[in-house]
């Protein structure tokens, strides 16, 4: 048996570092539970990675796509409605 504290370099920085991380708590994105920093990963607590959810930068990843998606749709029906109407096919406006 390893005596703890005895001057072991790594084991001593470790146990500080570790010593930080447990005064640090984060709710988690998906189940708003706090949880101790170091069980986090990406916002996400360990039971909900369990679940295989998505981490926060997964979910803003997905949140910009979803964004540039809609862009391209509202930009495409609009000039689906322009090519409509310059066709004759809609209602002229006034
Ligand atoms: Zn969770």
């Known amino acids: ?8 370099v ?4 470790m146990e500080n570092l570790t ?3 447990d005064e640090r708590k984060e709710n988690c994105i ?7 920093a170091i069980h986090h990963k990406d916002g996400v607590c360990h039971s909900c990675q369990q679940k295989g959810l998505p981490g926060r930068t997964a979910l803003e990843r997905r ?18 409605l322009l ?12």
């Not at 048996?1 to 072991?8: I, R, S, V, W, Y």
């Not at 409509?84 to 006034?94: D, E, N, Q, R």
């Open 19 to 21: 010593a930080i991380d």
């Open 10 to 13: 790594v084991d001593l920085l």
């Open 63 to 80: 949140e910009n796509i979803q964004a540039k998606v809609a862009w391209a749709v509202g930009i495409g029906a609009l000039l689906f």
């Open 30 to 36: 998906h189940c708003g539970n706090e949880w101790y």
């Open 1 to 8: 048996m390893e005596k703890a504290g005895d001057g072991n």
């Open 83 to 94: 090519g409509m109407s310059l066709a004759g096919k809609l209602p002229a406006i006034g």
